[in-house]
């Protein structure tokens, strides 16, 4: 199953946050305006989408998770348990070091909310913000890192974390795709189901294992924007063996996952050129459902061939993160 899956998860990206909410406010036109401090004691300057500078009052900071949106959305309110994409910046109140940052990447990470995935000041904080809002946390030990802290952050056990937040978008395993079905795939494999629900899959008896992978087919055309080269896709998907047993599939938990949406899937070229499975997804548009056949692999030990497909929901796409020195 790991090497099915490790050829559909192209490229799994990281984060302090993994490891990683509440007294609200909307913040006063002057902490909007990047002037004076808000309720929680900083002010934020910088547009939406831009990396934002951050300072803050002299002395302690609150107790208390503090919350701030700096800048309204007008898109849906985030619910728990949804796949969400955001671009952030982190920064301890105790030295003013900004420890993370998505904006030096290059790209936004997303993660799964409100359910123990990142750290308790974003859970509580950031479910019920909308889209598009800029949002300024003001996290205490308890709802952070905790007494144990970050040692590789510089983050002690007894420090606050000041975090500006952007909400990009927010996904779930019943979020319709925006697409229209196509009247005749170009594919033996019969693909069923409700574009906002698992598809069912059917193999014709009989099939074997091709020599080599076809190109990627769409099942449903989306209306969103053509996929770039480059991108990390926010995705979800079901796998297939080629006797038409189900291998592995986002709408259920599986290794130690919640259900749901990933944002591990990639088009490349990979950092290094590399290619990937999912490169010829590039062109195809957002919002499209798609049927990709995926290379074998063989067992060194028993030559045993393992081979599958995959059928993909493409919910999102962003640029894949620049290398880290």
């Known amino acids: 199953m790991r090497k099915l899956l490790s ?60 919350t701030e949106v700096l800048k309204e959305g007008d898109g849906a309110e985030v619910k728990k348990g949804e796949f969400l994409t955001v671009n952030y910046l982190g920064q301890i109140w105790r030295d003013n070091k900004v420890f993370d940052n998505s904006f030096d990447r290059g790209a936004p990470s997303s993660f799964p909310i409100g359910v123990g995935g990142v750290v308790a000041g974003w859970d509580e904080g950031l479910v019920g913000k909308k889209i598009g809002s800029r949002v300024l946390l003001s996290i205490p ?132 050129g590399e290619k990937g499975a999912l490169d010829d997804l590039a062109g195809m548009t957002i919002g499209s459902r798609v049927l990709v056949e995926l290379p074998s692999q063989t067992d060194p030990k028993t030559k045993k061939v393992t081979a599958a497909f995959a059928v993909i929901d493409v919910l999102n796409a962003f640029p894949a993160p620049k290398p880290q020195k």
Not at 17 to 46: H, I
Not at 170 to 188: G, I, R, S, Y
Not at 207 to 232: C, N, R
Not at 256 to 267: I, K, M, S
Request: charged share 25%; proline share 8%.
């Open 141 to 272: 030990p308890d709802k952070g890192y905790k007494e144990m802290g970050n040692e590789k952050a510089g983050i002690k056990g007894d420090d606050t974390l000041i975090f500006v937040v952007d909400l990009i978008s927010a996904v779930a395993n019943d979020t319709k795709l925006d697409a229209e079905p196509v009247a005749a795939p170009a594919t033996k494999f019969k693909v069923a189901g409700d574009l906002g629900a698992e598809p069912t899959v059917t193999v014709p008896a009989g099939t074997k294992i091709p020599a080599k992978p076809s190109k990627p087919v769409v099942i449903a055309a989306g209306k969103g924007k053509p996929i770039e080269k480059g991108s990390q896709l926010i995705g979800r998907y079901v796998v297939y063996d080629y006797t038409g047993k189900k291998q592995a599939t986002t709408w259920e938990a599986q290794q130690g996952e919640p259900a749901g949406p990933t944002d591990r899937l990639q088009v490349g070229p990979g950092p290094n």
């Open 7 to 66: 050829l559909v998860a192209v490229l799994a990206m990281g984060s302090s946050l993994a490891a990683c909410g509440s007294d609200e406010s909307k913040g006063s036109a002057e902490s909007k305006a990047g002037g004076e401090f808000g309720k929680a004691g900083v002010k934020v300057a910088g547009d939406i989408g831009q990396k934002p500078t951050v300072t803050h009052k002299e002395g302690e900071p609150d107790k208390a998770l503090v």
